[in-house]
């Protein structure tokens, strides 16, 4: 008789707690499983083809999700979060980074989600304001998924193809971001902005906002000596390649 093994299986909590996904789906109970990695997950993460393509992560976290969701509407803040359990769960808690010419080890499972101000936050929708404080516009905006992130990147590589040498990125994303302008939703409307209206310091206060309240992982922590405010944890190669001696 073939013998069966039980794999065991973490249950992660989602930097999101669930609030901006459908209540029809399953990524609203706020919690993913997750299986600890095995040889196979190993087999992933040197795949050259994988590698080649920049999807080594995704097929990774595809493989060790056990939770039955759609792996495209996960949010970025609660992939990061899978991302973290995925090294613990198959590396361990502890993580060496380089910090003012020394080695440090940080321990991973000690790392926190950042804290919601719930009152931002409306049951299963995706969607926040802020008014632009140079020009007075209010912009609607989501934050983005996998799949967003996917069409960016293909829009990206897209428009080099044109200009070797443009960097669009960060318009990109902006685009893909907002979903409305002064009460105006159409995609034309919205890619005008960005490109011609959008001002730099309007730039710069919206993306400290959406820093400041999107679901996500803190990476901080606080070495010895440091800056008062912690430094942010530097995701490297060593990562998910603890053995690749960078």
Same mark, same amino acid.
Do not use: C
């Given at each position: 008789?073939?013998?069966?093994?039980?794999?065991?299986?973490?249950?992660?909590?989602?930097?999101?707690?669930?609030?901006?996904?459908?209540?029809?789906?399953?990524?609203?109970?706020?919690?993913?499983?997750?299986?600890?990695?095995?040889?196979?997950?190993?087999?992933?993460?040197?795949?050259?083809?994988?590698?080649?393509?920049?999807?080594?992560?995704?097929?990774?976290?595809?493989?060790?999700?056990?939770?039955?969701?759609?792996?495209?509407?996960?949010?970025?803040?609660?992939?990061?979060?899978?991302?973290?359990?995925?090294?613990?769960?198959?590396?361990?808690?502890?993580?060496?980074?380089?910090?003012?010419?020394?080695?440090?080890?940080?321990?991973?499972?000690?790392?926190?989600?950042?804290?919601?101000?719930?009152?931002?936050?409306?049951?299963?929708?995706?969607?926040?304001?802020?008014?632009?404080?140079?020009?007075?516009?209010?912009?609607?905006?989501?934050?983005?998924?996998?799949?967003?992130?996917?069409?960016?990147?293909?829009? %990206?590589?897209?428009?080099?193809?044109?200009?070797?040498?443009?960097?669009?990125?960060?318009?990109?994303?902006?685009?893909?971001?907002?979903?409305?302008?002064?009460?105006?939703?159409?995609?034309?409307?919205?890619?005008?902005?960005?490109?011609?209206?959008?001002?730099?310091?309007?730039?710069?206060?919206?993306?400290?906002?959406?820093?400041?309240?999107?679901?996500?992982?803190?990476?901080?922590?606080?070495?010895?000596?440091?800056?008062?405010?912690?430094?942010?944890?530097?995701?490297? %190669?060593?990562?998910?390649?603890?053995?690749?001696? %960078?």
């Amino acid at each position: 008789m073939e013998k069966k093994f039980d794999f065991p299986t973490e249950v992660v909590e989602l930097p999101t707690k669930g609030l901006l996904y459908p209540e029809d789906s399953p990524l609203s109970s706020g919690t993913i499983e997750m299986k600890y990695m095995t040889a196979k997950e190993e087999d992933i993460l040197t795949n050259i083809n994988y590698l080649q393509q920049g999807i080594v992560i995704d097929k990774l976290l595809q493989s060790l999700i056990v939770s039955d969701v759609e792996y495209d509407d996960l949010l970025i803040g609660d992939k990061n979060a899978l991302l973290i359990a995925a090294r613990v769960l198959g590396y361990g808690k502890d993580y060496d980074i380089n910090y003012g010419g020394e080695k440090v080890t940080v321990d991973l499972s000690k790392l926190e989600n950042k804290k919601l101000d719930k009152k931002l936050f409306k049951k299963g929708v995706n969607e926040f304001e802020f008014t632009l404080p140079t020009s007075g516009v209010l912009v609607k905006f989501k934050f983005l998924t996998h799949k967003d992130e996917k069409e960016i990147n293909q829009e %990206i590589k897209g428009l080099q193809k044109i200009d070797k040498d443009s960097n669009p990125e960060n318009s990109t994303r902006l685009k893909f971001m907002i979903t409305e302008v002064d009460g105006d939703s159409k995609k034309g409307t919205i890619r005008k902005f960005v490109d011609n209206y959008f001002l730099a310091r309007d730039s710069r206060a919206f993306r400290a906002y959406v820093s400041s309240i999107q679901p996500d992982v803190d990476l901080t922590f606080y070495p010895e000596g440091g800056p008062e405010g912690g430094v942010e944890i530097p995701i490297g %190669i060593s990562f998910l390649w603890p053995d690749a001696g %960078i």
